[in-house]
């Protein structure tokens, strides 16, 4: 499953053992695989700060998960036709976004943690706007090229009644620069060619004899030309309407054909610019995600896999990729990156308001195994952490605190700090 349950419960002996027990129950009843989820220590602040931040760091949470989304659905929409190679254009830092959730590691280079949680925050939040607004003038230029090119497209498909015809005539088939004759169209439905050959000549005055050809058809009808003297064009299309024959109101100009196939082979060019996939293989990278430093005892240590490119190298050697996928993957990992940044900051912020000061907690990413298993998964962890109804209740009696996930006499109750983390979301 690509889903996530982040919990935290105190860090003191009794809540480090009901850990360990909760992680032997789900274990061997193949509930869930749980990793520790390191979370470095903060600068805590006043109480009021963390309420504040409590409220901020929700709204932003919603706001990068859809942010990634939108990003998600955006690189689908540019590789469509390469749908089968998406998963592996969303990576974070360079491996798959199971990875990076499993073995999350805070980056201490982009957001420090010995700044304030308002400072934190707000870097965070300062670089998904930012993500948001490129992401916005970025698809909207796609988005019109997109738009332009399915316009030229269909006057290409269409009937001979609203297609373009520029791909159809050549010069051969028009008088040109001659200031009595004329070339025109004329659409004649199929049943009607017999008649057509047989009138044209007679249909208007100065028609010139056996001017006509059949140069195009579709299943309704032919295009046929026919030459006349120009003084005799509206008599000609009045006689043509009243035998159901159609004159394509169409004149010659090569410039004018020249610039729209020009301008279609343009679009062509540019729609594929835009998604054209890189022939250059990622390198795998030597380094390793380092291991962290944790203050409670961890609940195991899996192998922790290479964590390939950075963004900026990725950028840097995507030269065989189109300028919006290029963006998009890069600016989707930086995206993702700052959403579980976001989620370890609510787990954070959450769990002093909730078991207050000192800060002492352990955070544990649980990945359930099978939808089936949740709810048996949710019933494990309520029956271990039990004794923690009362600390919680009490932390909402006391400060108003607005605990997510808890809602006394709800079945969406938790008695520790719970975030969910969706992934399958972004398949």
Request: a negative charge; glycine letters at 4%; hydrophobic letters at 40%.
């Amino acid at each position: 499953m690509s889903e996530f349950w982040l919990i935290s419960a105190p860090g003191d002996k009794e809540n480090l053992q009901a850990l360990e027990r909760m992680n032997t129950v789900t274990s061997k009843s193949n509930l869930s695989y749980n990793t520790k989820f390191p979370i470095p220590d903060f600068k805590v602040g006043t109480l009021d700060s963390l309420v504040g931040l409590s409220d901020e760091l929700g709204k932003l949470d919603t706001f990068a998960e859809s942010l990634i989304k939108r990003m998600a659905q955006s690189v689908v929409e540019v590789m469509e036709d390469s749908k089968g190679k998406v998963p592996e254009n969303l990576l974070a830092n360079g491996v798959d976004l199971t990875s990076f959730v499993t073995h999350f590691e805070w980056d201490m280079a982009k957001y420090p943690a010995k700044q304030p949680l308002v400072s934190v925050v707000d870097t965070l939040a300062k670089q998904l706007a930012q993500i948001e607004t490129d992401l916005k003038s970025r698809t909207a230029a796609y988005n019109t090229l997109k738009t332009n090119l399915e316009n030229l497209e269909k006057k290409s498909m269409g009937n001979l009644f609203t297609r373009t015809l520029s791909d159809i005539v050549s010069k051969e088939d028009f008088v040109l620069d001659s200031e009595y004759l004329v070339t025109l169209l004329v659409i004649v439905p199929k049943p009607s060619y017999a008649q057509w050959q047989k009138t044209y000549e007679s249909l208007s005055d100065m028609v010139v004899p056996r001017s006509t050809k059949l140069i195009a058809e579709d299943n309704e009808g032919g295009l046929f030309t026919v030459t006349l003297f120009r003084k005799v064009i509206d008599d000609f299309k009045t006689k043509a309407k009243e035998n159901k024959f159609t004159v394509r109101e169409f004149y010659y100009d090569e410039k004018e054909i020249k610039r729209e196939r020009e301008e279609l082979s343009r679009l062509l060019s540019d729609k594929k610019q835009q998604y054209q996939t890189s022939c250059v293989a990622l390198k795998k990278g030597s380094s390793t995600f380092p291991d962290h430093k944790v203050q409670v005892t961890p609940l195991g240590n899996p192998d922790r896999p290479a964590a390939g490119q950075t963004d900026r190298e990725r950028e840097s050697e995507g030269e065989g990729e189109g300028p919006l996928l290029r963006w998009l993957k890069v600016n989707f990992s930086e995206a993702f990156i700052a959403w579980i940044h976001i989620k370890a900051l609510r787990v954070f912020v959450e769990s002093v308001l909730r078991y207050g000061l000192p800060v002492n907690f352990q955070a544990v990413l649980l990945q359930p195994h099978k939808k089936s298993s949740t709810k048996r998964l949710r019933e494990v962890l309520n029956s271990v952490f039990r004794h923690l109804d009362q600390v919680a209740a009490a932390s909402v009696l006391d400060a108003s605190v607005d605990i997510p996930g808890l809602q006394l006499g709800n079945q969406d109750y938790f008695p520790y700090v719970y975030f969910h983390i969706d992934l399958s979301l972004l398949d």
